[in-house]
């Protein structure tokens, strides 16, 4: 959620302030729910690095008309964006883009959405490489989190698939955590999964309706 600049410009005394951290981040001006939700991550992990993985959204934009490959640039291959999906992949991940927006957005729109995704996966696992690189120089344990929501971190297409790609057989041990509400979707594409009752919150498709 946020970007490689915003990241480097973290210090531990900003780790400290919540709201001037919030505001260094230009947190309310992304769009996301409120900095207190989020701000226990940060400091979850005293004295741990932290990598941003977010891209601007004119790229966003442009993946969905160009694809992923063509705005990821040169590092495409290495991500495997240059294959096209396996057909049955494709359609179901079109179809949960048309969930995920409550089927409110138009049909020749949501190829375009899976382009997207490709293109977040391939930033979140470009820097998950580089995170990788500084812990494996200054520990003989080496550990990276990503935290992302269940689409980019699922085993058979997300940012792990990509990672397997990237690394090919010197690929680190990855694991992966599903958290779900009520009921799970599909456990087979993580390592493990959660579930919860979900939080009061009014039903999010109403938000297509205004």
């Known amino acids: ?11 531990p005394e900003l780790l400290k302030d919540e709201a001037a951290l919030g505001a260094a981040l230009g947190w309310q001006d992304n769009g996301w729910p409120d900095f207190s939700m989020y701000y226990p991550i940060f400091t979850a992990a005293p004295g741990s690095a932290i990598y941003g993985g977010a891209l601007p959204r004119e790229k966003i934009r442009n993946a969905m008309t160009v694809g992923a490959a063509a705005v990821f640039g040169d590092a495409a291959t290495a991500f495997g964006l240059d ?3 396996p057909t049955d992949q494709l359609e179901t991940r079109v179809t949960l883009q048309r969930d995920a927006h409550c089927n409110a957005l138009p049909e020749d729109l949501l190829p375009g959405m899976v382009e997207a995704q490709r293109l977040r ?22 550990r990276v989190v990503v935290i992302a929501g269940n689409g980019h971190v699922r085993e058979d297409w997300g940012v792990p698939a990509m990672l397997r790609s990237y690394f090919g057989e010197d690929a680190p041990e990855i694991a992966t955590l599903g958290q779900f509400e009520d009921t799970v979707d599909d456990g087979s594409a993580f390592t493990e999964v959660d579930v919860a009752a979900p939080p009061e919150r009014e039903d999010p498709c109403l938000a297509f309706a205004r």
């Open 1 to 11: 959620m946020i970007d490689d600049a915003a990241a480097r410009a973290i210090t």
């Open 83 to 85: 294959e096209p999906l």
């Open 121 to 142: 996966d391939a930033a979140l696992a470009r820097a998950t490489v580089a995170a990788f690189a500084h812990a494996r120089a200054s520990s003989d344990t080496p």
